[in-house]
C-alpha cells in the first residue's frame, strides 16, 4: 500500500535513456540556499556552482592556481594607482530559461547584473552574509548601504547612483576603490559576486533561494530539501572548451585527453544528501553514488600505510588524489588574557609541549604535515626556510625549561588553563584529549571544553576563552588570507588570538595594498616570522585531502581550496563512462 | 462521559501554557540569541541588527516600553550623551572586573580593558527604561501606563503557536510545510514498525507467558536482555551493513526514485528488532499476571484449547495496559525515529528535528517540541477514555 501512496512522487529514473551521462554525487550536509548573495557554507557555494558564474574562474588544470576569465572577455584593465577597474562582460551570454523573464526565455547578460548583484550584497535589507567582501572598499558603496537602511524592504531605489560603481555601457563594468585591493580579482570569481537578473529576484521574492537563475552549464531541475537534488545541462550554454594545457603531469594522468571539447560533457546531475557516514561509504562502495571523501572509520580500509589504496579499493579500481590543503590548524592562546598574554615563556612552554607528529599520525590518521608557521605548504610564498629557523616543533626539555621562567614571570605556579574546542564529535574530543595529555605531561593543569559550533564562535568574537583549538583556510591562493588573522585591528574576529604587535600591522598594511611581486613576498615572510616570534598561536600542522572515486569517473582534478568539497562546482569538466559503472553494477563480487 | 471529556480538555489550557512557558525559557532565554549565527561569521553589526529586527529579538523578553510622541525627538538630542555615559559606566563595571580577577589570579599587572561597545538599540532600551521608571516615580503613571508595549517576544511566542503559522526556518522555508512533508514518511516508517513490534511481542509474550519456567521461557529472556542492552546505533549499524549492503535485500539508503515503500522496509525491520527486548518482556510480565487468575485455570478447567485460552479470555483481560502504551506511542509515531531516518535517508520528522538539532535551528525545534506537547496531552486523554471502552469497571465521575 505504502508503495502506491508515495509512488506518485517519484522523479524521473536516474538512468533513462542510454546515452545520457548521469553523475551521482553526495552532500555531506545539507543545502541551505542557492541564492549567491545569501550562500555561507560549502556545500550550498559548491552547488550554486553549477548554475551560477561570476566574473572570473581558477583555471581547471594549472597550479599554481590562475585566474581567467569566466563571465569577463578578459583580464582587468587596471589604473595605474590600482583604483580603478574597468571589466569588459562577456557578449552573447544568457541567463537559464525561466518564467522570470519575458516568454520565459532567458535573456542577454549585461554589466548591470553585476552592478545590481554588488548593490544588492549591499542592502542590509537582504540580509546577505557577504557584505563583508565589499565593506569599506568601493566608494560610494557604503553610502548606499546606510541609504537602504533609511528604506523599507523591497522599497529599495537599485537606480541610485553609486560612485564606484556602474555600468559604462552594457558590456562594461566599472569598479572604483578607496585604495588599491589586489586581491579583488580573487573575490570576483568568488561565488557571491555572481551576477544577478533582476528579474528573478522580483519574481521570486524571499523564495529566490530555490530559484538559482545562474549562467551556469547547469539548470536546477528539482529540489526536495534535505533529501537530494536533480541539474541537467543547460542546452543553451555558451561555447566553453576544455583547457587544451595543463600542469606538468596531467598529460600523463589523462586530463589532457579531451583538451578543446565542449562543456559541459554531463547531462544530468543527482546530488544525495547523505550526512552520516557509513551510508555515504556504502553507496559509494556499491557505485551507487561515484565519489566521495574517505570517512575516518573506513580509513584502514581504503588507504595503505604507505599512503596507497588498499588492494581491495584497487580491485574495485577506485581511484585516489592526495593534495595540501591551504590549511592550517593551530593551538591558539588568547593575547588578551592575563595569564597568556603577559607570558611569552608560557606560551613557548605550550608550544613546545605538543607532539605534532604523534598528533598528526593519531587524530590525522597521518593526514597532515607538520606545520612550522601558518602559511601552508600549498602556497607560493611558503617559507621552506621555516623548518630550520621554527621554534614551532617539539622539545620536551625546552618546554619544561620555559614553563619554570614562566612561573617566575606569572609569580607562583600556573593556574588552571582552559582548552576550548569547537563542535562535539569524536574527533573532537580525542584532539582535545591528545593535547590536553601533552600539555599535563610538562606539569600545567588543563580543563576541557567542549562547544557547539556557533557558541565556539561566539566565545571567539568576545574572547571569552584561554586555549583553543581552530585553524583557517585560505579563501583564495594568496598568503594575505592568513595574514589577516593577525592583524590588530582585526581582533577578535578573524584574528582570534587577539594579537596586536604594531611592527606586524606595519607590515600588513603595507603588503595588503601591494600586488604580487617577489619583494611581496619577502615582506609576508617576514609579516609571518614575526607573529611565529611572538607565538599566539602554536602552529600543529596543515591538512593533506582525500578523495576517493571510481575510475568511470573521467577528468577529476582534486582542487585543494575546495577540500572535502571535492567536485563541488567543476562538474562541467567531468565525464563518466557509463558502461565501466554498469559492469561494475552488474558484478555482484564487486558490489560487495 | 462528556463532563468528563470537557473537564479534562480543560486542564489541557493549563498543560499548554506550561509548556510554551517553558518552549519559551528553553528557546529564547537560554538559547539565547542566534542572530549572529544566522548572518554568518563575516557579519558586520547592521547585518545583524537587521536580523534581529526581522526576527523580532530586539522586541522586549515580557513587557517593554515604547516612546510616546515627543520622546522620538528627546531621544535624538540626547542620544549621544546617553550612549557616551552609558559606555564610561560600562568601562568602569570592566576595569573593576579587570582587576579583581587581576587580584584573584595573582597577577600584578591588570590587564586594560577593550573599548566598550554599545549599539543604539541597546542603548535606546535602557534610556526608554529610565524614562519609565522616571515617570512612575513623578507620578505619571498614566503617561507611563501608556508607554507599556505588549508586543514582546513572549506574545509573539504564543500568537505563533496558537495560529500554528510558526514562520520560516533558518534555511529561510516555512516551518509549516516542512512539518507536513515529514508526516508521510515518518508515519510511514513508524505504523508498520509499531504494529509489528506489537503484533509479534504479544504473540510471543502470549506463548512465553504460558511456557513460563521452561527453557524456553529462560532462553527467551535472556535474550530480551540482550536485545535491550545493546545500543540502537548498533542494530542500525549492523542491519544496513549486513542486509542492505552485504546481502543486498534491501536499498542501503532511501533512493528518491523509488517509492519510500520499499525504503522503509529494512529501518522498519530494524526498528522492530530492536524494539522487541524491552516490549517482550513488558507484556510477558502483563501475561503473567493475568495468567495466573482463577478464570484461566477454570477455562483449562472446562477443557478450553490453550489457543481460546490464551487469545480470547487472558488478551482480552490484558487489554488495558496494553492500551494504554499503544495510544500513548501514537505521538511518538508521528514524531518519527531520529537515527533510523538518519541513517536510512528517510525525509521525516525525525530527521528534520535531527538536523534542526544540530544547526541550532531553535524555531523548527519550538514548532516540533509544541505540537508534539500538544499531541502526548490529546492522547493521555484519549487513553484514559478507552480504559472505558476494554473496560467496564472504570467509570468517569
Known amino acids: 500500500m505504502l508503495a502506491v501512496v508515495f509512488g506518485g512522487c517519484k522523479p524521473g529514473k536516474p538512468s533513462a535513456g542510454r546515452e545520457e551521462m548521469v553523475l551521482n554525487q553526495r552532500l555531506e550536509a545539507n543545502i541551505q540556499t542557492l541564492d549567491p548573495a545569501d550562500v555561507g557554507d560549502t556545500s550550498s557555494d559548491g552547488v550554486c556552482r553549477e548554475f551560477c558564474e561570476s566574473l572570473y574562474a581558477y583555471d581547471y588544470l594549472k597550479r599554481p592556481h590562475q585566474v581567467v576569465p569566466e563571465l569577463a572577455a578578459a583580464m582587468p584593465d587596471i589604473s595605474e594607482d590600482g583604483r580603478i577597474y574597468r571589466i569588459g562582460v562577456k557578449q552573447g551570454v544568457y541567463f537559464h530559461d525561466d518564467p522570470c523573464f519575458a516568454g520565459g526565455k532567458g535573456r542577454q547578460l549585461t554589466a548591470h547584473d553585476f552592478v545590481y548583484a554588488f548593490k544588492r550584497l549591499a542592502n542590509v535589507r537582504v540580509q546577505s552574509k557577504n557584505w563583508y567582501i565589499f565593506d569599506g572598499r568601493v566608494v560610494g558603496l557604503d553610502d548606499f548601504r546606510n541609504y537602504t537602511k533609511t528604506c523599507e524592504k523591497d522599497k529599495v531605489d537599485y537606480s541610485r547612483p553609486v560612485e564606484g560603481l556602474y555600468a559604462e555601457d552594457d558590456f562594461t563594468l566599472v569598479i572604483k576603490l578607496h585604495r588599491p585591493w589586489p586581491q579583488l580579482i580573487f573575490w570576483l570569481a568568488f561565488l557571491p559576486t555572481a551576477p544577478m537578473a533582476r528579474e528573478a529576484v522580483d519574481y521570486y521574492g524571499p523564495d529566490i533561494i530555490l530559484h538559482p537563475v545562474g549562467t551556469g552549464p547547469f539548470v536546477l531541475k528539482q529540489w526536495h530539501r534535505g533529501v537530494y537534488l536533480e541539474a541537467v545541462r543547460n542546452p543553451a550554454y555558451r561555447e566553453v572548451y576544455y583547457p587544451s594545457e595543463g600542469a606538468p603531469g596531467d598529460a600523463e594522468a589523462g586530463l589532457l585527453r579531451d583538451a578543446g571539447r565542449r562543456l559541459p560533457f554531463i547531462d544530468r546531475v543527482f546530488w544525495r544528501v547523505v550526512v552520516e557516514d557509513q551510508p555515504r561509504w556504502l553507496l559509494l562502495m556499491r557505485g551507487d553514488i561515484d565519489i566521495n571523501s574517505i570517512p575516518k572509520d573506513n580509513f584502514g580500509q581504503a588507504v595503505s600505510v604507505v599512503n596507497d589504496l588498499t588492494d581491495e579499493m584497487k580491485r574495485r579500481g577506485m581511484k585516489m588524489q592526495l593534495f595540501d590543503e591551504p590549511s592550517t590548524f593551530w593551538l591558539g592562546m588568547n593575547m588578551s588574557d592575563p595569564v597568556l598574554g603577559s607570558n611569552k615563556p608560557l606560551r613557548y612552554a605550550i608550544n613546545y609541549a605538543i607532539d605534532r607528529q604523534r598528533f598528526i599520525e593519531i587524530i590525522q590518521s597521518g593526514k597532515g604535515r607538520l606545520a612550522y608557521g601558518f602559511v601552508p605548504p600549498a602556497m607560493t610564498s611558503y617559507d621552506e626556510g621555516l623548518k630550520d629557523w621554527s621554534p614551532s616543533r617539539f622539545d620536551l626539555q625546552k618546554a619544561r625549561a620555559y614553563l619554570k621562567e614562566a612561573e617566575k614571570i606569572h609569580g607562583g605556579p600556573i593556574p588552571k588553563l582552559r582548552l576550548a574546542i569547537g563542535r562535539t564529535g569524536t574527533a573532537q574530543k580525542q584532539t582535545l584529549q591528545f593535547l590536553s595529555r601533552c600539555l599535563t605531561e610538562i606539569g600545567l593543569q588543563i580543563e576541557t571544553e567542549l562547544y557547539d559550533w556557533p557558541a565556539f564562535l561566539e566565545k571567539l568574537r568576545t574572547s571569552d576563552n584561554q586555549l583553543y583549538f581552530s585553524g583557517w583556510m585560505a579563501d583564495y591562493p594568496d598568503a594575505e588570507s592568513f595574514l589577516g588573522t593577525f592583524y590588530g585591528p582585526n581582533a577578535p574576529w578573524p584574528n582570534s588570538s587577539n594579537f596586536h604587535n604594531s611592527e606586524f600591522d606595519a607590515v600588513y598594511e603595507q603588503v595588503s595594498v601591494m600586488p604580487d611581486s617577489p619583494r611581496r613576498t619577502e615582506l609576508y615572510r617576514k609579516a609571518e616570522r614575526i607573529v611565529i616570534e611572538e607565538m599566539p598561536c602554536a602552529f600543529v600542522y596543515h591538512r593533506v585531502g582525500y578523495i576517493i572515486y571510481h575510475d568511470w569517473l573521467d577528468n577529476l582534478k582534486a582542487d585543494p581550496y575546495k577540500a572535502e568539497a571535492i567536485g563541488y562546482g567543476q562538474l562541467r569538466y567531468y565525464k563518466v563512462n557509463t558502461q565501466k559503472r554498469t559492469n561494475y553494477r552488474n558484478n555482484v563480487e564487486m558490489k560487495n | ?397
Open chain 2, 1 to 397: 462521559m462528556t463532563a468528563y471529556i470537557i473537564r479534562r480538555l480543560m486542564y489541557l489550557a493549563p498543560i499548554v501554557f506550561g509548556v510554551l512557558l517553558v518552549t519559551f525559557v528553553l528557546f529564547t532565554l537560554i538559547g539565547g540569541d542566534i542572530s549572529q549565527q544566522i548572518a554568518g561569521k563575516h557579519a558586520d553589526a547592521e547585518t545583524i541588527a537587521e536580523i534581529r529586527h526581522e526576527y523580532g529579538f530586539d522586541k522586549p523578553l515580557f513587557v517593554g516600553h515604547k516612546p510616546l510622541e515627543g520622546d522620538e525627538a528627546v531621544w535624538e538630542s540626547e542620544k549621544e550623551g546617553f550612549i557616551l555615559a552609558l559606555k564610561n559606566e560600562r568601562r568602569t563595571q570592566m576595569e573593576e572586573k579587570a582587576a579583581r580577577k587581576a587580584e584573584k589570579s595573582g597577577s600584578r599587572t591588570i590587564e586594560p580593558v577593550k573599548e566598550p561597545q554599545i549599539a543604539e538599540y541597546q542603548a535606546k532600551k535602557e534610556w526608554l527604561s529610565d524614562l519609565f521608571w522616571k515617570r512612575v516615580r513623578d507620578k505619571q503613571s498614566g503617561q507611563a501606563w501608556e508607554m507599556v508595549d505588549f508586543d514582546s517576544q513572549f506574545v509573539a511566542h504564543f500568537t505563533k503557536a496558537f495560529t500554528f503559522r510558526f514562520g520560516r526556518a533558518l534555511d529561510r522555508e516555512r516551518i509549516g510545510e516542512k512539518i507536513l512533508r515529514g508526516i508521510g514518511p515518518s508515519v510511514s516508517l513508524t505504523i508498520p514498525m509499531f504494529f509489528g513490534t506489537l503484533i509479534v511481542s504479544i504473540s510471543f509474550a502470549l506463548v512465553v507467558a504460558f511456557l513460563r519456567g521452561t527453557v524456553w521461557d529462560h532462553a527467551i529472556v535472556i535474550l530480551c536482555v540482550a536485545g535491550m542492552s545493546l545500543p540502537y546505533l548498533s542494530f542500525i549499524i549492523f542491519g544496513q551493513y549486513f542486509f542492505a549492503y552485504r546481502l543486498d535485500w534491501f536499498p542501503i539508503f532511501y533512493a528518491p526514485d523509488q517509492p519510500m515503500g520499499y525504503s522503509v522496509v529494512l529501518p522498519a525491520m530494524i526498528g522492530m528488532v530492536a524494539g522487541l527486548g524491552s516490549n517482550l518482556r513488558f507484556y510477558r510480565t502483563i501475561m503473567l499476571d493475568e495468567i495466573r487468575n482463577d478464570y484461566v485455570r477454570t477455562a483449562f478447567a472446562k477443557g478450553l484449547t490453550a489457543r481460546r485460552v490464551l487469545f480470547k479470555h487472558v488478551l482480552k483481560n490484558a487489554m488495558i495496559p496494553i492500551v494504554t502504551s499503544v495510544v500513548l506511542s501514537i505521538p511518538y509515531l508521528i514524531l518519527g525515529s531520529l537515527l533510523l531516518e538518519r541513517f536510512f535517508g528517510i525525509p521525516g520528522l525525525g530527521y528534520l528535528m535531527f538536523d534542526a538539532v544540530s544547526s541550532r535551528d531553535f524555531f523548527v525545534l519550538n514548532a516540533l517540541t509544541f505540537i508534539e506537547a500538544l499531541l502526548i496531552a490529546f492522547f493521555t486523554l484519549v487513553a484514559d477514555v478507552c480504559y472505558a471502552w476494554v473496560d467496564p469497571r472504570v467509570k468517569f465521575d
